[in-house]
């Protein structure tokens, strides 16, 4: 198995009677997703893509990739929602959050530093970054873009504007701006080279604009939504170059395509932790928080609170997703989850191998009181700590659901998504609504486009202003 | 006034009588903070910190910022939680999450891209980072560590290690293994002129090893908690060295501290929103949403997690507090907030003047819709979006208190750190907790100690292992 999933730290809130209470309500709702049944069926494509794919597809990514690696220092991918979170929790998953900060070379580093340091401190290294990645269209600040401009002065840059419909506002302004920058720097025709659209297969505003500049397009498909589309060009063209292997990924989802296409509520880990989840939060645990001990999933996090807040919160209900990093956040969310209000629970993500080894160095005297960990590992330490905080966080009243994996690497990461994107949409079902659609979302643009006075929105945009 | 507290969208879930019946308890509270006479009162010592503060450390920090943005090209800071966060989100808060990334000069930013894009694009330019800046010690994980040495490798590094005690598990591995960097690279002497101690005035291991090694070091104050230690030299060290002017930041919180000192329930703005979060607490919103526009700011959201979370999170009891980034979030948490189960409110933090602007940029025909909005600035329309989002919230049932200051800089900062600190204070007492202690965290550290093999805690150990 890529994956366990331990039971026993939930097990003193939720018993084997109520599990086998829910059992009916999952298996209907896991056979409504695996045979595409149930409200927003429209939208399943995710469930066999990690087979059906688009090879031809995959290969011109591979080869855009390697492209832009090629004659580019800087990626920006435009997008927003599930147009740029899962491509960037994946590439700071598996390459770090400072992926962008050059490192010494490594001569200059051995030479200097590391070699300099105790020869045990660390016995291998992450490889640095092949060109630098950033993400706009996903805000409207101007410091963030004015920032951004900066960083890509006097450099190479290529953009993969991500949007289905090309007229989302916010990537829509990001696009005019990086355009007009690219078409300056390299002329029409150069920055027609330098311009990849992840857009809709025919229509809309971004493929028309496409054909007639002549940027290479790729396709969001159809029937997957945002928050279900990082498996598809919408991540895999900036996860690929990133340089991560892209192929790994989708292998690690097809694994997990396998392990979870059979309804067996035993043996089906996405059937049991959606079964968790709502037996929870049916007993008042109405706070889900995704814990995890490596600092790097923290995007992910982000990804997962999207993918479980957007499919679930809706009609009223809704478990509300929230995350913390530990073990920085035991210095700060850590009391609450401890003794504040008793309706919280706990996943937590656990990866084995770290993949690198930095041991607790040796040092005369013993004033910090470290002597007992001196040549331990780090990953012991952390491995260790997650132990401590999962017995302590049990005693104190918060159930915790532990998944538990071998390492984080590419493999490893695109079963976990998948195992997530499974157990939500099942998780949707039993809970009664439509995993699917979120109409919450076109509350806020309506109002928008009536107050930046977008024509067509007069009359709502006067009731509004008098409400401001 | 540095700062409005506009209370009309929360109007329609508070009355005024609702107001009018907490007056007498936020009273009390405020003159608990005030005269300290409440729980905790040992941990006051922020509340006058603006006027009191050593002015003879105040000089040693700018000048030890100075001597290491001479001879550094990396700071690397240890400390985990209330020694972590304040400083790190002040820094990105003014500085921007990429302020590590180097930029190119300006000569060739100017010539090469700032100028072929519009001229208009952008009129004023932040300000390029001295040096970088990094944290560690805030977790235990090895990829983290390994990143940070590899970055390290080359540069000339001075550390700040943060920490009352000196035997803090995270922050003291960090520092073992920093020192013997700094110790190679410089030898015993150098390293001791590259390590600046924040720690206890005079006792603690820390200190003890500061003072033998002849380490500069400068004072965690016994009467003020890590949550509320940003403003002394805990925050003030690493904010100095970022090139960040510590002068204006504590004038904006003396400014605070003024405004903030009298018992006032229509005038102080402390009290008003300890006031409507308490009632909002008892009608059931029990999670607090901290909303910004400004992705910089989302590790002031994690400070503010950390000083309303720890602080009220105890005895069963306290809001749950999260945070988001707008517009990003709207098209992730959007939907949970607009429609999800009702238990949330917002508090929205809205800064009028970026301090930059950048225009939409015009573009023959109209293909993505964005005609209307060409020649406006991304002030207005993020701007915009957050109006019509405190609408849309609200008319979803979501109470909103909104905080608007003018601009995003060091004195409205430090105003806005002395707010929520005494805002905290005041909602801690009105909850019925004492603000200022944190028992919970106790928990884990005492199971981790236990399954560490640290001497005196086999017995526990024993018990531990067996539940694993």
């Known amino acids: 198995m890529t994956m366990k999933l331990i039971e026993k730290y939930v097990g003193g809130f939720v018993s084997g009677r109520e599990m086998e209470e829910i059992r009916g309500e999952v298996e209907e709702a896991t056979r409504e997703v695996l045979e595409g049944t149930g409200e927003g069926k429209e939208f399943l494509g995710w469930v066999r893509l990690p087979e059906s794919y688009d090879r031809e597809e995959f290969e011109r990514i591979k080869a855009a990739a390697e492209k832009i690696r090629g004659d580019s220092d800087v990626l920006v991918v435009i997008g927003i929602g599930g147009s740029y979170l899962g491509a960037r929790a994946v590439i700071e998953a598996l390459q770090g959050q400072n992926r962008n900060t050059k490192v010494a ?233 401890q003794e504040g209000e008793r309706k919280l629970f706990e996943t937590v993500l656990s990866f084995e191998d770290a993949g690198v080894e930095v041991l607790v160095p040796e040092c005369d005297g013993d004033l910090d009181g470290l002597g007992y960990l001196e040549g331990k590992s780090l990953e012991f330490v952390n491995e260790r700590a997650m132990r401590a905080t999962i017995l302590a966080h049990v005693d104190g009243g918060v159930p915790n659901v532990v998944l538990e994996m071998d390492r984080l690497r590419e493999f490893e990461l695109g079963y976990l998504i998948y195992f997530f994107m499974m157990s939500c949409a099942i998780s949707g079902y039993v809970l009664g609504v439509n995993p699917f659609d979120q109409p919450g979302v076109e509350s806020y643009k309506k109002n928008m486009f009536a107050l930046l006075g977008k024509p067509g929105f007069e009359e709502l945009r006067g009731e509004l202003e008098g409400r401001l």
Chains 1, 2 share one sequence.
Request: with cysteine.
């Open 105 to 337: 070379s490594a001569d200059d580093t051995s030479g200097r530093v590391l070699q300099g340091a105790s020869p045990s401190l660390t016995r291998s290294k992450a490889s640095s970054a092949p060109l630098e990645i950033y993400f706009a269209g996903k805000d409207i600040s101007s410091l963030e873009l004015n920032s951004l401009l900066e960083i890509c002065g006097g450099k190479d840059v290529s953009v993969n504007v991500v949007s289905k419909s090309g007229t989302t506002t916010e990537p829509a302004i990001a696009f005019r701006v990086f355009r007009e920058l690219l078409e300056k720097k390299y002329g029409k025709e150069g920055a027609a080279k330098r311009i990849y659209a992840t857009t809709d297969r025919a229509k809309g505003a971004l493929k028309q604009l496409a054909d007639a500049e002549g940027y290479e397009t790729f396709v969001v498909p159809d029937d997957v939504g945002g928050r279900y589309s990082v498996l598809t060009a919408v991540g895999i063209l900036p996860i690929a170059v990133a340089g991560i292997d892209v192929d790994e990924l989708i292998a690690g989802a097809g694994q997990a395509m396998e392990e979870f296409s059979e309804v067996d509520f035993e043996k089906n880990l996405a059937m049991r932790y959606a079964g968790y989840r709502n037996i929870l939060y049916r007993k008042g645990f109405s706070v889900e928080v995704l814990a995890g001990y490596e600092p790097r999933m923290a995007m992910m996090s982000e990804w997962w609170k999207q993918l479980f807040g957007e499919s679930e919160g809706k009609e009223g209900k809704g478990i509300f997703p929230a995350s913390v990093v530990f073990s920085t956040d035991l210095h700060s969310m850590g009391q609450y989850i």
